[in-house]
């Protein structure tokens, strides 16, 4: 660990920018690869629950979209941590570029609760602890990015950010307690998300794969984002002038 | 009135300037009463189902009318320079904001609570509920007050910083929505509320520690 | 590296020093390495065209902004107690309240820094000024000069031999105001005091020796 945060706190942008470069084509191909095994896997493999028929299926993308999309937004906060506490300027740029892909895993994870809500019992949205907390959870991420683009000054931006996603990390615990504690008051004995169907071990083995397909994916559209970003902040540098001229020959 | 005491000064300075401008006081108050009172025209007159709806309508009108004036609680010392004053004076910046948020409450909450049972009295509610829509109130607001001194230190001098504290803010207040609306079910219900409440007054006292320390942050963060 | 020294008192005690400062705004760097240090009967006046970091870089000096690098070091042998801070900071803005009257504001600044005052220290103040006779007046209803009369009156309220930062302080000021801050300006450095400004009006003031600090011709 520490020596990953030696290599994203102290990297020189134009270090990560290149390394990041090679490894998105792979770890795209690795998110297609693993996600269509997974989809296999989960879709046809998987044994028909007892319960709730083939209806259920759409679990092996929802569970693994709510769990990137909590451990996203730590995984923001923390990298928004270390650029508060260093004074690291790509920490700051990668927790800005994880907030949109955070966002989409959240609205991923509500999609996908829509569409297993609706055959199993009739409805598009139940209020449920799960669902509802991903819900606040999307405006958690819409709050973040949301001041961070109303603020100009770059620098002031990134560490209000980084207040206010700390800030919402230290909320989130609370918050879910007391939306679980409001849902089982007013829910009663109804069914709910988190009680997922007995587990068969291909079904597991299929939600595994799935978050590996998704942490591949977040990790090439964050190092994309991270690229664009420090291409935007670092215009003024040598080396980021060097490769925009460069283009330019390629092109003529 | 030689008083060293940075929250006396600044309070009775801030109740000063409030009662100059009295109007826009009043202003939260009478959006909480307007909105409020939106909601039997929305959903109908039936008697019970207002009852049964009140506390929550009551809990979230009364979160946003306190979220309104929270724009102006640091916009002005900002604009006019008052507020780099305060921070090169050697108070701690956490009394500074804990002040803010107490004079916020004076202003805005304070009222809130006053009008609530008049309020409960145009959904007919019980006495037991209404008592506990106001105590429960009187626990809660200071917290919204915490809060929202928060989201107004953050967004200082952004455009649109009004919409954007809401967004950033109304969320940390669901518990104690929940928690709020809640006390006044269990009392419907037959129940004691005690929990409830119990539970928001330790919201309180975390977010009194909390808030103003993550307050002095975002200020620092701002006037830099 | 700029290091200014040239006082003529016999020995003048260094109140702050500042050691190789790099401030950005935006993107753009304003200054990389500035070194300077400030002592006891000294005057500083930072110069340099408009968007050269001047202000930017009063505000660090008194600590509401940050550089990037560099550090500032205060010498406390000319701190009475703890409870004044270790400048006095008049910036662009006033630091008044429109719906205050100018009495009430004044008081109200004075005692957040530190100072105990009755209403005749206050009005004396004013009245150095030429400003007491709008004491009862809400500040709203004063014209710009009379505003920064009014913020300028906290100066003659100092007697310790503190740092003054003063960001262009004869601003809407005119000729008897700038002719009084000037009188102030002196009396401060007499007892010792130090004053870092600026200003784009040139400073006219008795035995002193005005030392200058141009962040034009800083490297950048």
């Not at chain 2, 509320?193 to 006292?205: D, E, N, T, W």
């Not at chain 3, 008897?176 to 870092?196: D, K, P, T």
Request: charged letters at 15%.
């Amino acid at each position: 660990m520490s020596t990953s945060i030696k290599l994203f706190t102290f990297a020189a942008p134009s270090t990560f920018y290149k390394l990041s470069g090679y490894l998105i084509p792979w770890l795209y191909c690795l998110s297609i690869a693993v996600g269509l095994t997974a989809l296999y896997v989960g879709f046809f493999i998987a044994p028909t629950d007892a319960t709730q028929g083939e209806a259920y299926r759409i679990i092996f993308v929802h569970v693994p979209a709510a769990w990137m999309s909590m451990v996203l937004y730590l995984v923001m906060a923390m990298w928004a941590a270390i650029g508060w506490a260093f004074n690291a300027r790509l920490a700051y740029m990668v927790a800005r570029a994880i907030a949109p892909t955070g966002a989409i895993f959240t609205f991923l994870a509500l999609w996908t609760g829509a569409f297993w809500g609706k055959p199993t019992w009739g409805t598009w949205w139940v209020w449920d602890a799960r669902l509802t907390s991903e819900l606040i959870l999307l405006f958690l991420y819409l709050g973040y990015m949301a001041l961070v683009e109303s603020i100009d000054d770059v620098r002031r931006s990134d560490k209000a950010g980084a207040l206010l996603a700390l800030i919402g990390v230290v909320n989130v615990p609370i918050i879910y307690f007391s939306v679980r504690w409001w849902s089982t008051l007013h829910q009663g004995a109804t069914i709910s998300m988190t009680a997922a169907p007995k587990m068969a071990s291909t079904m597991l083995t299929a939600m595994l794969l799935m978050t590996i397909a998704f942490w591949a994916y977040a990790f090439a559209v964050v190092f994309m984002r991270t690229r664009a970003i420090i291409l935007e902040r670092e215009k003024n540098m040598g080396w980021v002038q060097f490769l925009s001229q460069q283009n330019k020959r390629k092109k003529q | 009135m030689m008083s060293h005491n940075i929250m006396t000064l600044l309070i009775r300075r801030d109740l000063r300037l409030a009662s100059r401008r009295r109007t826009d006081a009043f202003l939260p108050v009478v959006f909480f009463v307007v909105a409020t009172s939106l909601f039997p025209l929305g959903i109908g007159p039936e008697t019970n189902t207002l009852r049964q709806i009140a506390p929550g309508i009551m809990w979230v009108c009364a979160l946003l009318s306190a979220m309104l004036s929270l724009n102006t609680l640091y916009a002005s010392d900002h604009a006019d320079g008052s507020l780099e004053q305060l921070m090169l004076s050697t108070h701690s910046l956490f009394l500074i904001a804990a002040s803010k948020a107490l004079t916020h409450w004076l202003i805005t909450g304070l009222p809130l609570i006053l009008i609530s049972p008049v309020l409960g009295i145009l959904f007919d509610m019980h006495l037991q509920a209404v008592a506990t829509l106001t105590l429960g109130l009187l626990l809660g607001t200071p917290i919204l007050s915490l809060l929202g001194g928060l989201g107004a230190a953050l967004t200082l001098g952004v455009r649109n910083g009004g919409v954007l504290i809401l967004l950033l803010i109304l969320p940390l207040c669901i518990p104690v929505l929940i928690f709020g609306a809640g006390a006044v079910s269990a009392v419907d219900a037959g129940l004691s509320p005690r929990a409830h409440l119990s539970l928001i007054g330790a919201f309180l006292l975390l977010t009194s520690l909390g808030a103003p320390l993550a307050t002095a942050s975002a200020l620092r963060i701002a006037e830099a | 590296m700029l290091a200014l020294d040239m006082t003529f008192n016999p020995a003048p005690t260094t109140l702050l020093q500042a050691s190789e400062l790099a401030l950005q705004r935006g993107d753009a760097w304003l200054f990389k390495n500035l070194s300077f240090h400030v002592s006891s009967g000294q005057i500083l006046w930072l110069r340099g065209q408009n968007g050269r970091g001047k202000t930017s870089l009063l505000r660090v000096l008194v600590g509401l902004a940050q550089p990037e690098r560099g550090t500032l070091a205060w010498s406390n042998s000319n701190l009475a107690n703890e409870s004044s801070s270790k400048a006095v900071y008049i910036g662009h803005a006033n630091g008044l309240k429109d719906e205050l009257t100018v009495l009430e504001s004044l008081q109200f600044l004075a005692r957040v820094h530190g100072h105990t005052l009755t209403q005749t220290v206050a009005l004396a103040a004013l009245r150095h000024l030429h400003i007491d006779h709008c004491c009862n007046r809400l500040v709203r209803t004063l014209s710009q000069g009379q505003q920064r009369r009014v913020a300028l009156a906290r100066l003659a309220l100092e007697t310790t031999p503190n740092l003054w930062v003063l960001d262009e302080p004869f601003d809407t000021l005119d000729a008897e105001g700038v002719r009084i801050v000037n009188h102030l300006l002196s009396e401060h450095l007499a007892r010792q005091g130090s004053v870092v400004l600026t200003s784009h009006i040139p400073l006219e003031l008795m035995n002193t020796k005005v030392q200058q600090l141009n962040l034009d011709e800083v490297n950048r």
